[in-house]
């Protein structure tokens, strides 16, 4: 069970004892993302999170940082998310302290030398031209811009190219400076350790001054308009493309029954799109539905890899798919099988006490309140048949459907005009 602490600077602290494990994963989630930028400075949370690596007090460069956690055999990384960063160091227990130092020591004490800034530039350039040549990541950006809008739930956390050659010094360290504050930061540990260890450790590494958020995340509006398609013209072997809607928020009473329906379209090799698009009619290589959920908003779709020259058969395939949740109840063992794979997977997933420092450390920051491992469990066991099939005439319209693809294509109408059941 989690326990969880305010200290008196502001700063929280969850811990999730784990028993049976040897290891602990200290991570550091701050409220920060494309949701927390204007257009100047789009692509700054990112940069950001590359520059916590590269030197500080106690460990002044990469190499000290990186040599501190690969002497104990540890592994660390950082990512940045629309709604949050994150930043985290996982070893064995008995090097525990290595964790909390090391990443207390980037959050309180990042330098930002203008050199390493500039050095860092051009690795974070080069990470762009990467996704931009990497289809299957990309389409997802593209659809959630054609989604969410030029607004910065629609952003990219990358940023864009030219932003990122012109970020200046005083940008980045007031942008940390109104973010990484004790308020808008959480500690979740997780592991072979107690509340204890963990509270002393934190008080001693993550000293925060008292401070107190300065941005908020941009509110969403959905989109008015009437786009329905997103064409990004590229020659490749092969087409990329995610059919999909605007789901609903990640507290919303509906998000499992929306994760339910995600695995029955398309979740596992023996779902509906898997089966029926993909082995059936051999239209795609990769075929899987997902959900992304978000404070105020969320995504169901589903991406596949396709034949250039069936593409067209690929769409309307996966759109049968889709009307027939709205057409017909899902079976109970085919709803069972769905939700006894969601449940083991989430078990599997939190034996890995990296997973379950995320999922409580996610939920404490964003959230009112955190759900427990039997909450979830629960919840999924509380979805029915029906509420899948209300939630599918819901979501799945055909006004609300919306495609984005990659390949060698010119006519973006084309494929709106397919978006039709």
């Known amino acids: 069970m989690h326990q969880s602490t305010t200290l008196k600077n502001g700063l929280q602290l969850i811990t999730t004892p784990i028993e049976g494990t040897k290891s602990v994963t200290v991570l550091c989630l701050v409220g920060a993302g494309s ?6 400075i789009n ?13 500080a007090e106690r460990y002044q460069n990469a190499a000290e940082v990186s040599s501190a956690i690969d002497s104990v055999g540890g592994d660390f990384n950082a990512f940045t998310g629309k709604e949050y960063a994150g930043y985290y160091v996982k070893l064995a227990s008995d090097k525990k302290e290595v964790a909390f130092d090391v990443i207390g020591d980037m959050m309180l004490n990042a330098t930002f030398l203008p050199h390493e800034i500039d050095k860092e530039r051009g690795v974070i350039l080069e990470e762009f031209n990467m996704y931009q040549d990497t289809p299957m990541y990309q389409v997802g950006w593209d659809f959630e811009k054609l989604l969410f809008g030029d607004q910065p739930m629609g952003w990219d956390q990358i940023g864009e190219k030219e932003i990122i050659k012109t970020l200046t010094r005083d940008q980045i360290v007031d942008y940390k400076e109104a973010l990484y504050t004790p308020d808008n930061t959480i500690i979740s540990v997780a592991g072979d350790i107690t509340q204890e260890e963990a509270k002393k450790l934190v008080e001693k590494y993550f000293p925060f001054e008292d401070g107190k958020r300065a941005l908020d995340p941009a509110p969403y509006h959905p989109v008015k308009g009437d786009e329905k398609a997103i064409l990004q013209e590229k020659k490749t072997e092969q087409a990329h493309i995610i059919v999909g809607v605007e789901g609903v928020p990640a507290r919303h009473e509906d998000n499992y029954t929306e994760k339910i329906l995600s695995i029955i379209l398309g979740g596992n ?21 997902t959900t992304d959920d978000y404070i105020d908003t969320g995504t169901l779709s589903t991406a596949a890899g396709v034949d250039l020259t069936r593409i067209d058969l690929a769409i309307e395939a996966i759109l049968v798919e889709y009307r027939k949740m709205m057409e017909e109840k899902v079976g109970e063992e085919e709803l069972k099988k769905a939700k006894d794979f969601m449940k083991g997977k989430i078990i599997l997933r939190l034996e890995d006490s990296e997973e379950y420092a995320h999922l409580m450390g996610k939920q404490a920051l964003l959230f009112p309140a955190i759900d427990t491992l039997e909450d979830i469990l629960k919840k999924i066991d509380a979805v029915t048949a029906d509420s899948v099939f209300r939630l599918s005439q819901k979501i799945l319209k055909e006004k609300n459907l919306r495609v984005a693809l990659i390949g060698p294509y010119k006519d973006k109408e084309h494929f709106a005009n397919l978006l039709h059941y």
């Open 43 to 55: 692509g700054i949370s990112h940069f950001l999170e590359h520059l916590f690596f590269k030197g």
């Open 269 to 289: 090799m023996s779902s509906r799109m898997f089966l029926n698009v993909r082995e059936a009619k051999g239209l795609a290589y990769y075929i899987r539905t």
């Open 35 to 40: 949701r927390y930028e204007n257009k100047k």
